[in-house]
């Protein structure tokens, strides 16, 4: 099945860093999607990403979509403790299932 | 309803019983996921319904679990003679179809502990 790699696990960051989570393909995708859990709560949809070379913006969060559509990366500018929660990418295979990362868990220290 | 709705919201029960979570997705969404994610960790596909097409239980970790869907409606997981280790959350998503870029949406969960 689908598989996609997701770097780093965790990520601790001082309030006003930035932080970037990095996910990984060995096969080009069709598209991947952003999703942000809080402590305690459920995944959300962020984003999605479909085209080569893709960049889109949501105030201080960047995502990117390889050239090649085999990787993606979610960068935030300037964190603020807001940020902090699990922050997972997802592709979807032709079939139709959805296949996460495994997360990049972010701390901010106020 | 406006979201994904599960239910119970916790559940707790003796090892060996029997439980059964429900979820109901959005309205005329026609896709469903259940994931098990245990404390700290990520998601845990268990298995995908969408539309009629045969369910995708590649992720059912035994025979313990099993799951059903009434139509394009609610779900109900089942776990038979639980086991500590099944003590986790289990969420739920529904998206509107398998189209890739159909987002999902996911339940607040259900968190079961098995003593």
């Known amino acids: 099945g689908q598989q996609v790699m997701q770097i780093p696990q965790y990520q601790h960051v001082q309030e006003g860093e930035d932080f970037t989570t990095y996910c990984n393909s060995s096969?080009?995708?069709?598209?991947i999607q952003w999703y942000k859990q809080r402590p305690g709560g459920h995944p959300v949809f962020l984003i999605q990403l479909v085209k080569s070379g893709e960049v889109k913006k949501q105030k201080r969060l960047t995502f990117q979509f390889g050239e090649a559509k085999k990787n993606s990366s979610l960068h935030i500018t300037a964190t603020q403790t807001t940020d902090v929660g699990t922050y997972f990418c997802?592709?979807?295979?032709?079939?139709?299932?959805?296949?996460f990362g495994r997360g990049t868990q972010l701390t901010v220290w106020p | 309803g406006a979201g994904v709705s599960q239910s119970p919201s916790n559940k707790v029960t003796e090892k060996g019983k029997d439980v059964e979570l429900r979820c109901d997705p959005i309205s005329g969404h026609t896709a469903l996921y259940w994931y098990r994610q245990r404390l700290g960790q990520g998601l845990e596909f268990l298995i995908y319904?969408?539309?009629?097409?045969?369910?995708?239980k590649s992720g059912l970790p035994s025979d313990r679990f099993s799951a059903e869907r009434t139509g394009e409606s609610v779900s109900t997981l089942t776990i038979q003679r639980t086991q500590q280790e099944d003590s986790a959350v289990y969420l739920c998503?529904?998206?509107?179809?398998?189209?890739?870029?159909?987002?999902?949406?996911f339940g607040p969960g259900t968190r079961l502990t098995v003593t």
């Open positions: 997802a592709v979807r295979s032709t079939l139709g299932r959805l296949y």
């Open positions: 319904f969408q539309g009629n097409s045969a369910p995708d």
């Open positions: 998503a529904s998206s509107r179809g398998e189209q890739l870029s159909y987002e999902q949406y």
């Open positions: 096969t080009t995708l069709s598209n």
